[in-house]
């Protein structure tokens, strides 16, 4: 005989648990993700075209965890949504946008530190400028935005609150279900997914290949040119390719960090009997919208600079001058 007393109160702890924990993340994401907007407004050093995928993201994970509560809401009901069903709906239309255009704005910044750290000087202007990044940003959101309206379009799939996981996302009790999901697991995430696999395996290559080139007469020669009254121009060259692997070695961290918050949930959808993890691989994958922010913060010295002088209560005047 099952206690129905000791799985209620199980059950009650568990809802309680996931509420808070949605809870820090959407507080922590929101200011999070809102700090870095506007670091970018406010600072001119941060308006290039790799921030510009940056703030897209930065943008995505705002509006996600700005709907997070709604999944309070929806774990915290026993039963029944009790609010309009519109609310649920537009609430799993912004969380589908959002994730989609995550994905796609890390493989954005991927492309554009693959050509930035491996092309020549002279072709990066022609790769990557502000048309292409505009162009980027649109097929980005017309990509997220059509795969979030695909279910009201096609009807394969109820938008809305699902019964099954007690959240607001898509009904998962159907056999549109695993259309839709396939869709995701199959079209739309292995693109975004690969992509940022290629480029960063192609930039890790390359670094390696050019570390093998340094033999000792080129050491020798790059003495000789820094004893040269011209040595200024070869060390500026050094030392930008060497920002500019670094710059790209700190981004790396911010995909690798999504894709390992993401693994589990992913591996939950797929693998059979894992119907009572899902809800926390879920929470795990949405830490995400609170995590890019702390890395922006302490691996990229220009956001580290331009958001401790925001929050700096010692220097009042600081904003005022952080785009200097």
Same mark, same amino acid.
């Given at each position: 005989m099952v206690d129905n007393?000791?799985?209620?109160?199980?059950?009650?702890?568990?809802?309680?648990?996931?509420?808070?924990f949605i809870?820090?993340?959407? /507080?922590?994401?929101?200011?999070?993700?809102?700090?870095?907007?506007?670091?970018?407004?406010?600072?001119?050093?941060?308006?290039?075209c790799t921030n510009a995928f940056i703030g897209n993201l930065a943008i995505a994970d705002f509006f996600n965890c700005l709907v997070l509560?709604?999944?309070?809401?929806?774990?915290?009901?026993?039963?029944?949504?009790p609010l309009h069903d519109g609310v649920c709906m537009m609430s799993s239309l912004v969380l589908i946008t959002c994730t989609v255009s995550s994905f796609y704005s890390l493989?954005?910044?991927?492309?554009?530190?693959y050509i930035i750290v491996t092309k020549p000087s002279a072709k990066i202007p022609t790769l990557v400028n502000n048309n292409i990044a505009a162009i980027f940003v649109t097929?980005?959101? /017309? @990509?997220?935005?059509?795969?979030?309206?695909?279910? /009201?379009?096609?009807?394969?799939?109820?938008?809305?609150?699902?019964?099954?996981?007690?959240?607001?996302?898509?009904?998962?009790?159907?056999?549109?279900? @695993?259309?839709?999901?396939?869709?995701?697991?199959?079209? /739309?995430i292995p693109i975004p997914l690969g992509s940022m696999a290629y480029f960063y395996i192609a930039i890790y290559l390359f670094?390696?290949?050019?570390?093998?080139?340094?033999?000792?007469?080129?050491?020798a020669s790059t003495l000789q040119l820094q004893s040269c009254s011209q040595n200024s121009v070869p060390a500026s060259i050094v030392n930008l390719r060497k920002r500019n692997i670094?710059?790209?070695?700190?981004?790396?961290? @911010?995909v690798l960090a999504f894709v390992i918050c993401a693994i589990p949930h992913s591996l939950a959808i797929i693998i059979p009997n894992t119907t009572d993890i899902i809800p926390y691989t879920a929470i795990v994958f949405n830490c995400t919208s609170c995590i890019n922010p702390l890395i922006y913060a302490r691996k990229l010295p220009e956001y580290r600079r331009v958001i401790?002088?925001?929050?700096?209560?010692?220097n009042p005047d600081a904003v005022h001058d952080i785009s200097q």
């Open positions: 007393t000791s799985t209620d109160h199980y059950d009650f702890l568990a809802h309680v648990f996931q509420s808070c809870a820090v993340i959407s /507080i922590a994401g929101s200011i999070g993700n809102a700090l870095v907007l506007v670091a970018m407004c406010t600072s001119s050093k941060l308006r290039n509560p709604m999944n309070i809401v929806a774990i915290v009901s026993v039963d029944l949504w493989a954005s910044v991927a492309y554009v530190r097929c980005n959101w /017309i @990509v997220s935005l059509t795969t979030a309206f695909l279910p /009201i379009i096609s009807g394969i799939v109820q938008l809305g609150y699902d019964s099954k996981y007690h959240i607001c996302l898509w009904d998962t009790t159907g056999h549109g279900h @695993v259309i839709y999901s396939g869709i995701f697991a199959m079209i /739309i670094i390696k290949k050019e570390a093998k080139k340094i033999t000792p007469t080129m050491q670094d710059v790209t070695k700190n981004l790396f961290i @911010v401790s002088r925001m929050c700096s209560l010692s």
